[in-house]
């Protein structure tokens, strides 16, 4: 058996509100490693989120949007979360909740809690941030729990493709800027999150002929320097570099990695938009916590997503909040 794997980020671009960075791996029958696995799930998955029995997969700014609401990437995040096998150990350790190299079965519905102590790895406690303090609330939101249960089922293992799991690395606004202020940009932020999960695919299935898809990060199209100080000790080879794709061969003893950033990866491959569905689904239920937070204490305020002008618009009109309550600009406000 082979395992395929994808890599994907949701809310690199906004000032408020976390980046989540996650990976998901499949195992695939020995030769299916290259196969369009949208074709191969076509019984189970599709692009179209109109197409009512089957579970949605596709870039998750095609599912989602402020006017549609989370449903459907809510659908597919918890779906697959509770078809996940069990898994390698996790991406990072977390202080949420301790390691552990058995996944705990996931509930199709339940609690944000649950869901991150199944499928998150934080670098820095919640207790940090005060409108994440304590925070807990019911799964799903605004998914149909009566689909979810029998979607799970179909997704465990369908056509020789079973979901192995996914893990998600949240990235909260104070590690951001941390992070950011440590290594100078926001994209090699993002690729340090990356490294962490190419990392644990590696470690967990490197003996598997591993392959690996990730969306490109933005115009950038070299990542063997990076991958040599990520895979530190494994041989890095280029295979190509260019606009639309830059493939690498990783190898170490028994060890073999085939590695693609793509552009538009997430529409080219089902692993990268399934990554995607995870990341924008978990940073929105951390932007749900945030706005109801923050609607608590400032009356008539309007919810924000975080993004540039509405992002300033939030910070104005809670300006009055923040010198009262004391918030710290650090753990609000991304420096960008």
């Known amino acids: 058996m082979a395992v395929v794997a994808g890599i994907d980020e949701a809310g690199y671009g906004p000032f408020l509100g976390p980046l989540v960075v996650s990976g998901v791996a499949f195992e695939v029958p020995d030769g299916a490693a290259s196969e369009d696995l949208w074709i191969r799930l076509a019984d189970v998955v599709s692009r179209s989120p109109r197409d009512r029995d089957h579970v949605p997969v596709d870039d998750s700014k095609r599912l989602f949007n402020q006017s549609r609401g989370m449903r459907h990437i809510e659908r597919t995040a918890l779906a697959f979360a509770a078809a996940a096998c069990p898994r390698a150990p996790d991406a990072e350790p977390s202080p949420n909740h301790s390691p552990t190299n058995e996944i705990q079965p996931l509930s199709v519905t339940g609690t944000l809690k649950g869901l991150l102590e199944g499928v998150a790895s934080l670098a ?67 690729f340090l999150k990356t490294a962490r999960l190419l990392t644990w695919l590696w470690d967990a299935w ?119 309550l004391a918030i710290a600009d650090f753990l609000l406000v991304r420096n960008l």
């Open 124 to 190: 820095e406690p919640l207790d940090a941030y005060p409108w994440h303090r304590g925070a807990d609330f019911a799964l799903p939101l605004a998914a149909d729990p009566q689909r979810l249960g029998p979607d799970a089922q179909r997704l465990r293992s369908h056509n020789g493709v079973r979901f192995l799991g996914a893990r998600c690395l949240p990235v909260l606004v104070g590690e951001f800027n941390r992070l950011v202020a440590a290594h100078g940009t926001k994209s090699a932020t993002l």
């Open 206 to 324: 490197g003996d598997h002929g591993l392959v690996v898809h990730v969306d490109k990060h933005g115009g950038r199209n070299r990542y063997d320097h990076l991958l040599h100080e990520a895979l530190f000790g494994s041989q890095v080879r280029v295979v190509a570099e260019g606009a639309c794709e830059s493939i690498y061969t990783v190898t170490d003893g028994t060890r073999r990695m085939t590695l693609g950033f793509y552009e538009g990866g997430d529409s080219r491959h089902l692993p990268v938009a399934l990554a995607s569905i995870f990341s924008k689904y978990l940073r929105e239920l951390f932007m749900h916590s945030f706005n109801a937070w923050w609607c608590e204490r400032v009356p008539g305020l309007k919810p924000t997503a975080g993004y540039a002008a509405d992002a300033r618009r939030f910070l104005r009109d809670t300006a009055e909040a923040r010198r009262r």
